[in-house]
């Protein structure tokens, strides 16, 4: 069923035949010789050669905790994990290397921001008196901390609706965003619907009542030139595994103010000044929130992904990634009873597709499509509430990335005829 030539020349394509090659996973065969076609790229993307290198070179050649030894591995280690801090802020177009904190991953990184503010002296705290505000299209990192918080803390919750057409319904925006809200917390990009959300105004109005702005920006930052200074967020957050980078690394970024005046998250080593028996104090950011041996070989593989990216040009990949979806829109719309989840065009939107085939189940869907090597997501996709809002179970997503080419999506096209002729 897998087509293996390059598919129709569309404009802004990447040289993917090149590209391909980077990735040494993508180059196997599944299920008795199939070619994989691998459309999960918004669960997880895959590693070209490079960060695999630099994961093992720092093994084998540099490998020690960071930080406090005067021996050469340890000073071999930090310049390493140092560096990856530098490449990580300039990626980002961050004011200062000390604003970028490494965590695990966002959703680590999400927790931290709403545990500083809960705990948090004036002007920043949450309590009963204010309000937290998200989105209904949040995936759970960005939902499940927010409710903690309130829960703990008394804080109103409160929400964006969504539009049937898979935007924010921000025709209420004053009355949701108020002078009690403290905080609003939204994705960049939807990771079910693909939706690109309009930040100037939700930042506008948020800057209007002096509530603080957190941005979800993991379905962005692999995909296109993310900013945190034009963004006009307070912090961003992002993983690595998603763009070509380890898992086990994520990334918060913070104003230098707000990370200066807010409390730590963890305590432990590394995060402090001086302890006694009595008390502590805290080192300056980012190490008042990086407690412990912190992901030093996923951080020297982070920035050797974004040597990769930014080597080939976030905006060629945004480019690439538009005119990808675009034709994928294009043929999915050829196949009977396929509903799509969200934008129906290449406007405003990133490189997920989220659908229905009829009334059969997703995760039959996706079984099916495996048999054939097509590799999807099937479920909620960690965002329920989006199911809830629109009436279904579950979706089967296909995203798509810098290496995705149009064979792969005239694949999965026939992938889903096949499926529907399946179930008759």
Known sequence: MTQTHPGPVLPGLLDTETIRKDFPILHRTVHGGKPLVYLDNAASSHKPRQVLD??????????????????????????LYEGARDKVAAFINAPSRDEVIFTKNASESLNLVANMLG?????????ARTEIVITEMEHHSNIVPWQLLA????????????????????????????????????????NV???????????????????LVVIDASQAAPHMRVDVQSLGADFVAFTGHKMCGPTGIGVLWGRQELLE???????GGEMIETVTMSSSTYAAA??????????????????AAVDYLSGI????????????????????AEVPDLRIIGPVTGEDRGATISFTLGDIHPHD????????????????????????????PATTRASFYLYSTPAEVDALVTGLEYVRRFFG
Request: net charge negative; hydrophobic share 40%; charged share 25%.
């Open 313 to 332: 040009g976030m905006e060629k990949i945004a480019a690439h990634e538009h005119a990808i979806t675009r034709y994928a829109l294009d043929r999915l």
């Open 286 to 303: 980012p190490y008042k929130f990086e407690a412990g041996t912190p992901p030093i070989a996923q951080a020297v593989g982070l920035g």
């Open 261 to 267: 005046d807010l409390p730590p998250f963890l305590g």
């Open 54 to 79: 630099a994961l093992n070179d720092y093994y084998e050649q540099h490998h020690s905790n960071v930080h406090r030894g005067v021996h050469v591995l340890a000073e071999e280690a930090t310049a």
């Open 365 to 392: 869907v996706g079984q099916v499509l495996d048999e054939q090597g097509i590799a999807v997501r099937v479920g909620h996709h960690c965002a329920r509430p989006v199911c809830l809002r629109y009436g279904i």
């Open 119 to 127: 705990w948090a002296d004036e002007p920043y705290r949450v309590d």
């Open 151 to 190: 829960q703990r803390t008394g804080a109103e919750l409160k929400w964006f609706g969504l539009t049937d057409d898979g935007r924010l319904d921000l025709s209420d925006i004053d009355r949701i965003i108020t002078e009690r809200t403290k905080v609003v917390s939204f994705v960049l990009v939807s």
């Open 193 to 211: 619907l693909g939706t690109l959300n309009p930040v100037d105004r939700i930042v506008r109005r948020a800057q209007e009542v002096g509530a």
